[in-house]
């Protein structure tokens, strides 16, 4: 089994304004200009960074996503952004589609936190599947493309609907999925939760946490196409015309916690479904992009993760050899440890070898 190949340390630094944004890191993408972006599951903003050093990213920038998206509910309500991906000017991001279960609190009684934990809910900005064009680092509403003077680069999201949206109609009576997404089970119970994105040319991959069927974690494929100004659909691309396509792959029993293009394979960051610490790992599907839908896959484990004791969740993943200059992978981690928390400010992610 591969061990820990942590090359070296960066160092994260965000405004003293921001600060706390440092420790909620769940999605991360850098682009070709160097910067990085980031995603919080606390939020309904992206962070981003500017490579300042080899080794440090500093100049935080905030956007709002209602800026340019319009969300379903309030901006002061989280999206729950779980993972970002970037292709021909677009900045995309996904929420988690998750419901979620109430925690109990140390100031409650016992009877009161058995209350909370059997109250269920969702909020709406959470089923954000988003793209917004991206131009010399600067996130627009819309514009000219760069490179093709006949196309225009606009924000569009996919259409809500009472389910969440589009995605949510079309899973609801899926012979897999449905039944977690009927009976409303939390993403932390194995429930339905998406927390890995990557895109190829018109093909989105999307990564699910949950649900894991008997050790089998699912990647749905799906793509997408204007329907009006600012709002996306489902084309049909499946068996019998469906909508999406579904891949099963065998991660140990783990779930997925983000995606990674790295030519025509995909790299998956694999963790625990439920809300416990385990291994994390990472695995690469070879030539993933022109996988069949409804086999069973066996990516390769190429690298181990480590994870804390109740901390130092690795969530995000993106590709950093254009930097270091060899094949190399920055993950960010969710709940840091304390060690990795320089001055009040920044935080450290790792760059791990990935060859």
Known sequence: MPNSQIIKQVILTFTESFREYRTDISGVMLTPDKHLWLGSDETSTLERLTLSEENKFAEHQQYKVSDFLKLPASEDEEIDIEGLAYTDYYLWLVGSHSYKRKKPKPDKSDQKNVSRLAKIETEPNRYILGRIPLIDGKLVSACQHPQDANLQ???????????????????????????????????????????????????????????????????????????????????????????????????????????????????????????????????????????????????????????????????????????????????????????????????????????
């Open 153 to 355: 680069l606009t924000s569009a999201k996919l259409e809500i609907t009472k389910q969440g949206n589009l995605l949510m109609s079309a899973l609801v009576n899926d012979p897999h999925l449905g039944a977690f997404i009927q009976a409303a089970i939390p993403g932390k119970d194995n429930g339905f939760d998406i927390e890995g994105l990557a895109i190829y040319q018109n093909k989105i991959f999307l990564g699910l946490r949950g649900p894991v069927l008997r050790g089998w974690a699912i990647v749905l494929e799906i793509e997408l196409q204007n329907s009006s100004p600012g709002l996306l659909k489902l084309m049909p691309i499946g068996e019998a015309k469906k909508e999406y396509k579904k891949h099963f792959l065998w991660l140990n029993g783990l779930g997925i916690r983000d995606l990674c293009l790295d030519g025509e394979d995909l790299l998956i960051l694999a963790g625990p479904t439920m809300d416990l610490d385990g291994p994390v790992q990472v695995y690469r599907w070879q030539n993933g992009l022109k996988s069949s839908e409804n086999l069973l896959n066996y990516p390769q484990l190429v690298q181990e993760i480590p994870y804390g004791n109740r901390n130092d969740h690795a969530e995000g993943m993106t590709l950093f050899q254009d930097i270091l200059g060899v094949p190399s992978l920055l993950v960010v981690y969710d709940s840091p440890a304390e060690t990795r928390l320089i001055d009040d400010r920044s935080v450290t992610a790792d760059i791990f070898s990935l060859s």
